[in-house]
Structures are given as C-alpha cells and as structure tokens.
C-alpha cells in the first residue's frame, strides 16, 4: 500500500505561480512513477503529468506544456507539480498518483489515488 497526501493548493490570481507537494508513504517510492491530474467540477479527471521512477523521463498534458513542471525527490518520498502563468482553466481538483509502470500517462493504469487539493485561479 501507498498513501498519497497532497498540499500546495489555493487561490491564485491568474498569471500567478503555485507548488503542489505529495508526500508518500507505505512502500518503495522510487518503485513508482508517480503522475499528476486534474478534476474540474462537471469533468472527467484528466491527466496533467508524469514522472518515471527515476526522474529520467516526463510527459505532459499539451494543455500545461511550457507551464507546469513536474519533478520528485526520492529521497524525501514527494513528488511535486511546479505551476507558472496560471489560467482560470486551471482550476480544478488536483490529484497525485502512484502506477507500477514506467510511466504513465492513462488514469486506469494508476494503482493508488491521494485526496486531493483544490486550485483556484481567479481572473
């Protein structure tokens, strides 16, 4: 078992900057690519980006690219979501995900969810 917790999220003025932070616990982190999506309210969860295991590899959603930045810390079992020049469209529920792949990208192949933390871009 993994237990996911994310924080980081808030109100945030369009243009501005936040860092979403998921902290893991349970297992090997580093067995994990870690990934991250977004809810917005009437929408389906959709996939923001991932990490492999190892840090080597990442994908982004074409959405976020060029905006956000995913990144993890192995050694502090967190992975973390950089978010510059934030549009109101970016707001949503975001969530953290841990898959046994390589990477990951589809929601179906991630094996354990945190709560989420909430994004407020106002405009």
């Known amino acids: 078992q993994v237990q996911l917790v994310e924080s980081g999220g808030g109100l945030v003025q369009a243009g501005g900057s936040l860092r979403l932070s998921c902290a893991a616990s349970?297992?090997?982190?580093?067995?994990?690519?870690m990934g991250w999506f977004r809810q917005a309210p009437g929408k389906e969860r959709e996939f923001v980006a991932a990490i492999s295991r190892s840090a080597s590899s990442t994908v982004y959603a074409d959405s976020v690219k060029g905006r956000f930045t995913i990144s993890r810390d192995n050694a502090k079992n967190t992975v973390y979501l950089q978010m510059n020049s934030l549009r109101p469209e970016d707001t949503a529920v975001y969530y953290c995900?841990?898959?046994?792949?390589?990477?990951?990208?589809?929601?179906?192949?991630?094996?354990?969810w945190g709560q989420g933390t909430q994004v407020t871009v106002s405009s």
């Open positions: 995900a841990a898959s046994g792949r390589i990477l990951a990208i589809s929601k179906d192949t991630y094996d354990y």
């Open positions: 349970g297992r090997t982190f580093s067995s994990y690519a």
